[in-house]
């Protein structure tokens, strides 16, 4: 069975910081590219940063300078370091697995900025 397993999600204070932590199962991890992706509420859910397999990142422009994605292959584990956080980053925080023609999805934790 695949699973993908967020955590670390909460309510934080503008200007904090949060690491949300994904763990994978049922799948060769490190053949996937892992994605985190948000939603807010009546909005479109939109991609935060992507790794490859390779551990090349690719990040939103709303989040550069800000967040930091990574991965640890011998854990299968891939992680969304979030520093410098604003109001407008609440949203449910997917994980997203890419592997051969397969698309797996976290069921989201919640994250919320306080001002």
């Known amino acids: 069975q695949v699973q993908l397993v967020e955590s670390g999600g909460g309510l934080v204070q503008a200007g904090g910081s949060l690491r949300l932590s994904c763990a994978a199962s049922g799948f060769i991890f490190s053949s996937a590219t892992m994605a985190w992706y948000r939603q807010a509420p009546g909005k479109q859910r939109e991609l935060v940063a992507t790794i490859t397999p390779g551990s090349r990142n690719y990040y939103a422009d709303f989040v550069k300078g800000r967040f930091a994605i990574s991965r640890d292959n011998t854990k299968n584990m891939v992680y969304l370091q979030m520093n410098s956080l604003k109001p407008e980053d609440t949203a449910v925080y997917y994980c997203?697995?890419?592997?051969?023609?397969?698309?797996?999805w976290g069921q989201g934790t919640q994250v919320t900025v306080s001002s």
């Open positions: 997203n697995a890419q592997v051969f023609q397969y698309t797996y």
